[in-house]
T-cell receptor, first 111, second 111 residues
Framework: NAGVTQTPKFQVLKTGQSMTLQCAQD?????MYWYRQDPGMGLRLIYY???????DKGEVPNGYNVSRLNKREFSLRLESAAPSQTSVYFC??????????FGQGTRLTVV | ELKVEQNPLFLSMQEGKNYTIYCNYS?????LYWYRQDPGKSLESLFV?????AVKQEGRLMASLDTKARLSTLHITAAVHDLSATYFC???????????FGTGTSLTVIP
């Protein structure tokens, strides 16, 4: 059982480049989330999708866009990467009565 | 917006000692989760607390929830080195499907 799968695991971008982080879950969960984790800041919610077809901003949405492609997949796009977006990104999924299950993370460096 | 505060942020303790990590949150919720994160790894679910007075135990860790006080505790009994990790609490806001994390407690157990 794969759970939550994120790709890529590592990425280096130049300032101004764009990229999409992919996330897929095989647990038939309704809700999916994108977090970023920075030292000393805990996990901060970027965007979430409560169900297929809906997306909402979290605490730190600026500079990001998301797409809930179907029930399984939730992608995060950086249109014009900035050094401040250097971080570890986690995707998670859950249902209303469960805890969140996390992917392995994407380490992104913007130079 | 829900605020989730953990204390302490950093904890260094000797093997064999007991200690408690606290998680306070600002808005009514009856569902709280504890996670563990090892360096460079993803988050692993430890406990799911779904009602006032809930208590869960696993090995040397015990978690409890007091929804009236908006407080959860993670108690460590007779710490061992393997418990060294960062521990996060997370609160579930059913009304907006958001999943809010505390800032984390970095625990180091010293032999």
């Amino acid at each position: 059982n794969a759970g939550v799968t994120q790709t890529p695991k590592f990425q280096v971008l130049k300032t101004g480049q764009s990229m999409t982080l992919q996330c897929a879950q095989d647990m038939n969960h309704n809700s999916m989330y994108w977090y970023r984790q920075d030292p000393g800041m805990g996990l901060r919610l970027i965007y979430y999708s409560a169900s297929e077809g809906t997306t909402d901003k979290g605490e730190v949405p600026n500079g990001y866009n998301v797409s809930r492609l179907n029930k399984r997949e939730f992608s995060l796009r950086l249109e014009s990467a900035a050094p401040s977006q250097t971080s570890v990104y986690f995707c998670a999924s859950r249902d209303s009565s469960t805890e969140a299950f996390f992917g392995q993370g994407t380490r992104l460096t913007v130079v | 917006e829900l605020k989730v505060e953990q204390n302490p942020l950093f904890l260094s303790m000797q093997e064999g000692k007991n200690y408690t990590i606290y998680c306070n949150y600002s808005t009514t919720s009856d569902r709280l989760y504890w996670y563990r994160q090892d360096p460079g790894k993803s988050l692993e679910s430890l406990f799911v607390l779904l009602s006032n007075g809930a208590v869960k135990q696993e090995g040397r860790l015990m978690a409890s929830l007091d929804t009236k006080a908006r407080l959860s505790t993670l108690h460590i009994t007779a710490a061992v080195h393997d418990l060294s990790a960062t521990y996060f609490c997370a609160v579930d806001m059913r009304v907006d499907h958001q999943f809010y994390f505390g800032t984390g407690t970095s625990l180091t157990v010293i032999p």
